[in-house]
């Protein structure tokens, strides 16, 4: 029998637990119920595994730290931060719609692509959540489509900063993110992420829209590694010569294996 989920269908706070959204390696989502204001919120709750892990604890804290700072249309914004139990939880807004990696497994599904519209519509938007978070000294690290959400009128929101690098603190050598959107030179260490590293990653998320796949993959993470630092990713418009010119080039110029040869912000990629 599985275990029984201690937060569904209690309150925290003022705040109702419906439903679990989704649960990751660090922590639980849930759709929630605002009681006072009536409207509907995303509660995030350490997991239950690291409640009492320093180190999780200690980055769940820095995570709700840095969402505070941030207050632009195209990030996910938070409402509240406390502890309930000995767990630590977040409440930020609810964005009725769904993730992209599940718009695009829709499409992959049913052997299909996105309009070229669409995703331009989402990179744009993306790009200028990228440039106002790094104008505030924060380095997502982990862009990908599960980490943008779409609401129903098709805006994009970035949200989980779970393994976001505020610039003042510094980090670890370790590799962070999911290994398949990480930037060449976060593939030889996470210590050498920058702004620039999540606008590859966005480059990564940009193809893979277009064509339905990821540029790089391999059984191997480091056979993936080396594939990353080292090889051309293939043409985006192999499988779809419908793919224009100038949206090659940018997907081009967005993967290029040294910072400096990038787009070096957001604006320009978007211009």
Known sequence: MAEEDPFLNRNIDEYKVEVLLGAGGMARVYRGMDTRLKRYVAIKVIDFS??????????????????????????VPLYRYGEIDGFLYMVMQYI????????LS???????????????????????ALDYVHSKGVIHRDIKPSNILLDKEGRAYLSD?????NTEV????????????????QAVSSAKAEARSD??????TFYQLLRGELPFESTSLTGLMFMIANETHPDV????PDIPVALKEIID?????????RFQTGAEMVK
């Open 106 to 128: 829709g499409y992959k599904n049913d052997e299909e692509f996105m309009e070229p519209e669409d995703i331009l519509h989402i990179i744009g938007d993306m790009c200028q």
């Open 161 to 165: 900063f779970g393994l976001a690098l």
């Open 199 to 204: 606008l590859y990653s966005l480059g990564i």
């Open 253 to 261: 110029k967005a993967l290029q294996k040294t910072a400096d040869a």
């Open 96 to 103: 009725d719609g769904c993730d992209l990696y599940s718009v």
């Open 170 to 185: 510094g980090t670890l050598g370790e590799i962070f993110g999911s290994p398949q959107y990480i930037s060449p030179e």
């Open 237 to 240: 418009t192999f499988l779809r």
């Open 50 to 75: 690291h409640q009492h892990d320093p180190s999780y604890v200690t980055r769940f804290e820095r995570e709700a730290q840095m969402i505070a700072q941030l207050a632009h249309p195209n990030v």
